[in-house]
Each structure stands twice: as structure tokens, then as C-alpha cells.
């Protein structure tokens, strides 16, 4: 007959070993980097437990095609935004991915001309862009002005979403 410490410390080894297994499996990159190319596809998928995957071509061929999962939902969503653009994601790798497709999680991500995109708004000073830009979406803004339910979801929308637009709106007010 086994004694009572044996029933006890059975389980609590067992317990550490499946502790220290998911640490090391699913918890413990084992590598991190970057790939650059474009987004071709970002998809949530499954039904019990779902998660963003998705695919970066790295140029022609499939060779060069990297799939990916997506842990975080604001990170999967903000990529699914911006699929078919040339992207930056920054991933890191497990010894398993389950219940992703894959065991390269996407930590971080930016456009791939997120740099020159900065660098042409700064440069881009023009007045006469500028009231042209203003005027078309002052313009809008007008449009969608006569029904207020509308334009109050659009308003809310906005500044929860895009506050330089929303900051846009506070200046065709004036």
C-alpha cells in the first residue's frame, strides 16, 4: 500500500513538469527578428479558440512566403487594416504554436515606408495643399452635416480612431 506522502508528492511533481512543459513550449522564444514584405493575408480563424494568422511574401516564390500567428487582437486588427501594403513585422519564435497555425507570433508591426511617409508630410508645407486638403474635407464633413446621426457616429468614430481627423473637424468648425 503506498503512504499518503506518495499520493501527495506524485501530483505535485506531475503538476511542476506540466508547469515547466508550457513555459518552455509556449512561453520561451527560442528566437525574435523581422521580415519585411508584403501583407497578403491576415484572417481570424477557428471557432472555439480563435486566432489571427497570416501570410508575408517576401518577394516571388514560395519559398520566400512566411505564414505567421497573431496573439494579440490589437496587433491582428490593426494589420488586417493594412493588408496588401508592403509592412515591417517584428515576430518571435517557440518551440510550438498550438493553438496557432504557426509558432512565429508577431509581436509589433509598421508600414514599410512609415520613414519616407514622415518624412513627405514634413516636407509637404504647401499652403495651397493644405486649404485644398482642408476645403474637400470640410466639404464632407458638410455633406453628411444634415443628418446629425450620422454625423455625430462619424464624430465619435474619429476620435476614438484618428484624432489628427477628428482635430480636422474642430477646424472646419471655426
Not at 140 to 148: H, S, V
Not at 161 to 169: E, P, R, S
Request: with cysteine; glycine share 6%.
Amino acid at each position: 500500500m503506498r503512504s499518503w506522502k506518495w499520493k501527495i508528492l506524485f501530483p505535485v511533481i506531475v503538476l511542476t513538469l506540466l508547469i515547466a512543459a508550457k513555459f518552455i513550449l509556449w512561453d520561451f522564444p527560442v528566437s525574435s527578428g523581422k521580415r519585411v514584405g508584403n501583407l497578403t493575408k491576415i484572417s481570424k480563424k477557428g471557432k472555439i479558440m480563435p486566432t489571427w494568422e497570416g501570410t508575408i511574401d517576401e518577394g516571388s516564390g514560395d519559398k520566400l512566403t512566411s505564414y505567421f500567428s497573431v496573439r494579440s487582437d490589437e496587433v491582428g486588427e490593426q494589420l488586417y487594416n493594412y493588408e496588401g501594403r508592403q509592412v515591417i513585422i517584428y515576430y518571435e519564435q517557440y518551440l510550438m504554436g498550438w493553438p496557432w497555425d504557426t509558432n512565429y507570433n508577431v509581436t509589433s508591426w509598421k508600414p514599410k515606408d512609415s520613414d519616407q511617409l514622415a518624412s513627405k508630410s514634413k516636407s509637404e508645407d504647401d499652403p495651397a495643399l493644405n486649404l485644398l486638403s482642408r476645403t474637400l474635407f470640410c466639404s464632407l464633413l458638410g455633406a453628411i452635416y444634415k443628418d446629425q446621426d450620422l454625423y455625430q457616429q462619424v464624430k465619435a468614430h474619429l476620435k476614438t480612431n484618428n484624432l489628427y481627423l477628428f482635430k480636422q473637424i474642430q477646424q472646419c468648425n471655426n
